[in-house]
């Protein structure tokens, strides 16, 4: 009789079992973790396997698509701004369990669009990439001086891309891969989003400041005349 799968409750039949780093999971499982990912289960604990599982079957409930970044051909970028989370999709269609990704694991890219690329679209879906004081116009042509390493296809911007993630379980890269323009702006987004902004150096108080709070303390009693028109003089220079 076969058993339940501790990952994701399906089948765990005989010939339908990989090793976790200590347990059994099934194959299925073993195998969208590694396609999906690059990330052996053999060398994950069970219980970690079936947490991010059951983080990756939540967001697949709650994800309600609100953006996102396409072109004429298969690849696709879905993105939901409410939940922060965005998937690769094709046309096509996708086999298995989709990956979903949350904007706080995005970890770093390269890219070879330039900084200041802009993408927008016109009425008659004839794509424009702004690169500084260059344009690509309808057919790709670019206009200007530019050294960007952009394509153009059917009218619209390509960027090369490769993502890296910060993953519950492990660290996770996806390799270059031609992207619609506009992939870069939105991992810069992410990035810039969950980055914690330093906290800014707390002022210095001013002479001012520091003068009426002497005074404060002569008035009160707490300091003489004396100690209070020296202090004086150190805040004032004289």
């Known amino acids: ?61 709650t994800f309600k698509e609100t953006d996102s970044i396409f072109d004429r051909d298969a690849l696709f970028v879905s993105i939901d701004k409410v939940n922060r989370l965005f998937y690769f999709g094709h046309r096509s269609g996708d086999k298995g369990p989709r990956m979903i990704y949350s ?29 500084g004081a260059a344009v690509a116009g309808p057919v790709g042509a670019i206009v200007g001086a530019s050294t960007a390493k952009t394509e153009t296809r ?5 960027e090369s891309v490769s993502i890296h993630f910060a993953l519950p379980l492990g660290e996770s890269s996806l390799p270059t891969t031609v992207y619609p323009g506009g992939m870069t702006a939105f991992l810069k987004s992410c990035k810039v989003s969950h980055e914690k902004p330093q906290a800014a150096a707390p002022l210095a108080p001013s002479a001012a400041d520091e003068l009426l709070k002497f005074k404060q303390l002569l008035d009160m009693g707490a300091i003489t005349e004396a100690e209070y028109n020296a202090k004086k003089s150190q805040l004032l220079g004289l």
């Open 1 to 61: 009789m076969a058993s339940i799968c501790p990952v994701c409750g399906g089948k765990l039949g005989l010939l339908n079992r990989e090793k976790s780093a200590d347990g059994l999971i099934c194959a299925g499982c073993s195998n969208f973790f590694f396609s999906k990912l690059g990330i052996r289960a053999a060398k994950q604990p069970t219980a970690a396997l079936a947490e991010y599982w059951a983080t990756l079957e939540s967001r697949r409930r």
């Open 103 to 131: 904007f706080d694991e995005v970890a770093g890219y390269e890219s070879d669009a330039p900084d200041d690329l802009t993408v927008t679209e016109t009425k008659g879906g004839i794509g424009r990439a702004v690169i």
């Open 154 to 158: 059917k009218g619209r911007i390509k």
